[in-house]
């Protein structure tokens, strides 16, 4: 995507002015620059913190056989060289790999914790999945609710053809930035929130690949509801 960057010295330190929508369209499509400028300051392997018991996250599907420690991992590998992966890491803080308007959302509904794995390919085309861990006490459909409903302020449509369960979004290209395509979506499996993304600078090729990485994402770990069997 060649889209110009956000003027972030325009607010000035201490003084930021409230985004307009187009303000915090260009935000979220430009996430991947926070997530990749961000990757040398995750957190690996912090020790414990008394202050980490409010941000417990027991697993997806508990089995007392198992130790309910690290949220299992619900998404696959996008295909394509890896420009992002959080590794197995469940202390990523949420601003070191989103932007502030996205972390603070996902943070003030619950989230607490994130895993991604992000590839680009030599033609541009950039392809994402990220998992979002909610604490035990807040509600995981808040938390997705909260982030379709940033999307919808920003300009992105809904399909009328998503896929049951699952809240697509997709950006209709500017006329500056010609043949581009931009999808988001979430959905919940269990108490995590699931991301599937994909842009380029082709719109047909980025409709299908989109369309291949929600199918396979979904195939393995279907959309359903904290509590459903």
């Known amino acids: 995507m060649h889209a110009s960057e ?5 607010a000035g330190a201490g003084g930021r002015r409230p985004l307009d929508a187009r303000g915090v369209q260009v935000l979220l499509v430009h996430v991947l620059l926070a ?18 018991a409010d941000r417990k996250v027991s ?49 003030t509904a619950g989230v607490v914790r994130v895993r991604a794995i992000v590839t680009r390919q030599p033609n541009g085309l950039t392809l994402g999945l990220w998992q979002f861990s909610v604490r035990d006490k807040s509600k995981p459909a808040d938390a997705l609710t909260a982030i379709d409903k940033l999307y919808d302020s920003a300009g992105f449509a809904q399909p009328p053809d998503g896929p049951p369960g699952v809240r697509v979004r997709h950006q209709a290209a500017r006329p500056e930035q010609g043949n581009l395509g931009v999808y988001r979506a979430h959905y919940l499996h269990g108490h995590e929130l699931i991301r599937v993304e994909a842009y380029g600078s082709d719109k047909t090729m980025t409709d299908a690949e989109f369309a291949a990485l929600i199918g396979a994402q979904t195939a393995a770990w279907p959309p359903r509801e904290s509590g459903d069997g």
């Not at 956000?6 to 325009?10: N, R």
């Not at 997530?35 to 980490?52: E, K």
Request: charged share 15%; hydrophobic share 45%.
């Open 6 to 10: 956000p003027d972030v010295d325009a």
């Open 35 to 52: 997530a990749v400028a961000g990757a040398a300051l995750l957190i690996w392997g912090a020790g414990s913190d008394p202050a980490d």
């Open 59 to 107: 697993l997806p599907d508990p089995d007392p056989r198992r130790p309910a420690a690290a949220p299992a991992r619900v998404i696959g590998r996008p295909a394509g060289p890896v420009v992002l992966d959080t590794g197995l890491s469940t202390n990523t803080p949420l601003a070191s790999v989103l932007p502030q308007v996205e972390s603070t959302t996902l943070s």
